[in-house]
Structures are given as C-alpha cells and as structure tokens.
C-alpha cells in the first residue's frame, strides 16, 4: 500500500470521529443570534485543521517508521528463511550420506557375517584335520608299537630257531610265520593298511600259487570248508528253506526241488553241503506244525461234500489282532475285520470253498518293519492292499463242490462273527474281554445268493425272489409279445 492511500484513508477515519460544525445560515437563526465575530469561528477551525494536519503528519511519519521497521524485519525473516533453506539443504545432504552409510553398514554387516560363517567352516575343518592327523599319528604309534613288538619276537623266535633247528610245535610255527610276514610287510608296504597286506599275502599265496596248483587248490577246499561253509549254512539253513516253500507262489519250490538243486553239490554219503537236506527241512515243518497247533489249532473232518479243514476261530481271530498290533486296542474300543467266502476250482473235478477274515482296519501296523499300514500326512504316505495275500487269512476250507448245500458247511463260521459283532469275545484262558467287532462282509453276488438261500435265477424257481436285493419273483416276470399280440 503506498503512502498517499494510508494518508486518506487516516483522514477520512479522523474527519468521520470528529463533530459536525453547524452551518451558519440567514435562515435557520435569527439574524440577532448570528455571532458577531466570524473571524474566531473561522481561526478556531482552521487552527483545528492544523492540528489534525499536525497529527496526521505524526501519524505517517510513525508510520512510516513501523513501516521502515517491517520491512528491515520482513528482511531479516528473508534472511533467516534463506538461512534456513541453506540448513535443509546441508540436512537433508546429510540424511543421504546418512542412508549412504546405513546401506554400507549393511553391506559390511552382512560381508563379516559371511566371513565369519566361513571362518566357522574352516574352523571346523580345521577341527576335523587336526582330529584325523592325531588319529594318524595315533595310528602310527599303534603301528610303530606292534611293528617294535613283532621284531622283538621275531628276533627271539630267529634265536630259537636258529638255536634248536626246526620248530616243531604248530602254533609256535603259526607264531613265527605271522611275525615274520607282519614286519617284513611292515617294511615294504609302509603307510598301507592291514587289509591292503592281507589281501596281497591271499594274491601271494592263492592268486599266484607259489606252493604249487595243487597244494593251493586242497588248501582252498579245506578254508572253504573251516571258515565260509557255516555262513553259507546259516544263509540255507533248513529253516529259511522251509519258509521259502511255504509262501512260495503256485508250487514254485518242494522238497524234490530241493533234493535236485543239492546233487549239483555232488556231495559225498553223509557229506553236508550248503542246502540242507531234504529230511531235515521236513523235521523243521514237524516241529512248525506242532507249535501252529499250539497257537492256532486246526482240525480236519470228513462230511457229506468232502473233506474240511477248519481252524480255531476264537485264536486264530485272537492271535491275528496281536500280529497287527490291534490286540489291545481291541480291549478298548471296536476294530474292523472283513469276513468273505468264495470257491474256485483247484483241477479238473476238483474244487474248493474257503472262508477267511482280511485285515481293513486302518490303524493296523505292519507286522514285517512296525510301521502303519495306513498313513498320510501331508500328502506322503501309503495305504495298503487289502487283497494282498499278507493280510488275508483262511479260516476254513472244504474240498467240493460250489453249491448251496455247500454253504451250509459254514454255519458256525457266519454264526461266531455274527456273535463277535453284537458281543465281542468274552474273558477266556485264551485272554481278556474283546469289545464288539466291527465285522464287513465283501462277498460277490453268487456267494451272497447261496448263503441267503435265494437267487441264481430268474426262471428256476417262479415262487421265491430272484435276487435279495429286489422284491420281484419267477413268477411275476413280465412276457415280451410281438405283433398284434403285443
């Protein structure tokens, strides 16, 4: 704003404070009131005028003054702002190199933690090598100590072989041979270890066979026999061999197998070679069936349809809740079984029925390595086959026919799990209390139709249900017609 405005501003403000001077007119007053002396009227006001002139010119002039004031002060704030703008610009300058040295730090942070994690390497490393040298050294003092021995009886066996002549007694020989062949290695197969040694005196004395072909061979016969036939026996033994003919698949492997595989041997009378002999693998099935007696007993009877083999149910069922690890668990709460029966034919005119139990349940262990046989987690696991012959146990057989009549035969097996499914197995000598079984059935539909008792046909029978799983019968089977019959 420049000075004249302020002026007339200021002076309006003044002129509208101060009082209103009438105007004298020949009108309003009497000429008789009219003041004589106009000229004291008249230098009263302009003497007023001078003095508001005098104030308003104070007036500028102080503020002029706060205006000069201002504008050195507006001068300063723009001298500090400037001040202040060059600070921010020094900080924020500083800020960079500040962050500058942080992302250093980090660098340096991280570059000595990988130095450090490498000296641990090599300090590690260095561990290993210092342990493995003290283990040499260790070694190596061993072997100084064993080869100083060996050459203190080598020269004691030297002077008493050199004093009486030949040594007579066959250990004492043994002896001396043995420390003799230990120090002269020890001298030109310094630094090898004890293996290496031996392996050369076998390629001395076997491989090169510096005692003649027949000497080595006859000595060979005699180690093989004295030292590897017993592992090679305990690999056969009657035992394993047994086990493999029992869970050999369609008869793969008998005891005329057996017999034929041992005259490759050409084995003397009364020789044992590696595969035991025929009798003794039958000895070994004796003895295993009289302990399967034991533990699980079977019985085999002769019936209208032919003949039956049948195990005990309650320890058989018993005894396979053990092998999968479900045998307390079963005291507790309920486990799964699946019961089934089917036949099939053996040969021509001959064919059997069999009904056995699988194991299901999903909490049985493997009895081969103790691991479950069920189990997922995460994606990773497995789930075993129910139908493997591992987990399938035949319970009862009969040699015949497939028929209804058949069926009748296996009563009491449908009838114990019915009664293990509703009760469970009480207390017995045999064990505790099994709590109520959870019992499945996957028999086809033939096997299902002949225990029923209905089925196998549409037409055979018009007066009972063709299939158990629909109300219609033989009788109420709807004719097809054709023509103008239809």
């Known amino acids: 704003m420049c000075d004249l405005c302020i002026v007339i501003i200021f002076a309006v403000a003044q002129s509208d404070t101060m009082p209103k001077r009438r105007c004298v007119s020949s009108h309003d007053v009497p000429p008789t009131k009219i003041p004589r002396d106009q000229s004291k009227i008249a230098k009263s006001w302009w003497e007023k005028k001078r003095k508001e002139k005098e104030d308003l010119s104070r007036n500028i002039a102080e503020l002029n003054v706060s205006r000069e004031r201002l504008s050195s002060h507006i001068d300063q704030l723009r001298v500090e702002k400037a ?11 500083k800020g960079k ?63 008493s072989l050199l004093g009486p002549g030949k040594v007579a007694d066959k250990q004492t020989r043994v002896e001396l041979i ?10 030109i197969m310094k630094g090898t270890h004890a293996i290496s040694r031996l392996r050369t005196v076998c390629d001395c004395i076997f491989g090169a066979a510096v005692f003649g072909a027949t000497a080595t061979k006859a000595v060979l016969s005699e180690v093989y026999k004295k030292y590897i036939l017993a592992e090679h026996q305990r690999t056969f033994s009657n035992w ?23 005259s490759v041997e050409e084995l003397g009378k009364y020789e044992r070679g590696v595969l035991p002999s025929r009798s003794s693998i039958q000895k070994c099935s004796a003895e295993l069936y009289q302990m399967g007696q034991e533990l699980i007993p079977f019985h085999r009877k002769e019936c209208a349809l032919g003949e039956v083999y049948q195990y005990d149910f309650e320890k058989a069922v018993r005894f396979i809740l053990q092998t999968f690890g479900l045998y307390e668990l079963a005291q507790s709460e309920s486990v799964e079984l699946n019961v089934t029966l089917d036949g099939a034919e053996i040969c021509d005119g001959l064919c059997h029925l069999t009904a056995g139990i699988k194991m299901t349940d999903g909490r049985a262990v493997d009895p081969t390595d103790g691991m479950p046989l069920s189990f997922m987690e995460e994606g990773v696991g497995r789930l075993f086959n129910t139908q493997s012959r591992n987990y399938c ?90 023509g103008d019959n239809r």
């Open 83 to 93: 001040e202040l703008e060059r600070r921010n610009v020094r900080l924020r300058h």
């Open 97 to 159: 190199e500040v962050v500058r040295v942080n992302v250093n730090l980090c660098e340096e942070k991280r570059e000595l933690k990988m130095l450090t994690e490498e000296l641990q390497f090599e300090k590690g490393a260095l561990e290993e090598d210092y342990a493995a040298a003290v283990s040499k050294l260790e070694i190596a003092e061993n072997e100084k100590v064993a080869v100083m021995a060996s050459l203190r009886e080598a020269e004691r066996m030297n002077a």
């Open 178 to 187: 043995g420390a003799m062949l230990v120090t002269f290695l020890a001298c």
């Open 240 to 262: 394993r061999v047994l086990r493999a003919i029992d869970l050999s698949p369609v008869s793969g492997l008998n005891y005329n197998g057996v017999e034929i595989l041992r």
């Open 393 to 482: 146990f035949a319970l009862k057989s009969l040699l015949g026919r497939d028929t209804k009549e058949a069926y009748k035969e296996f009563a009491d097996f449908f009838s114990f799990f019915e009664s293990l499914k509703n009760e469970g197995l009480p207390a017995s000598p045999f064990g505790p209390r099994i709590q109520p079984i959870i019992v499945l059935s996957t028999q086809d539909l033939s096997s299902v139709w002949k225990c029923l008792g209905t089925g196998s046909g549409a037409r055979k029978n018009g007066n009972t249900h063709f299939c158990h799983l629909c109300p219609c019968t033989g009788g109420k089977i709807a004719e097809y017609k054709v």
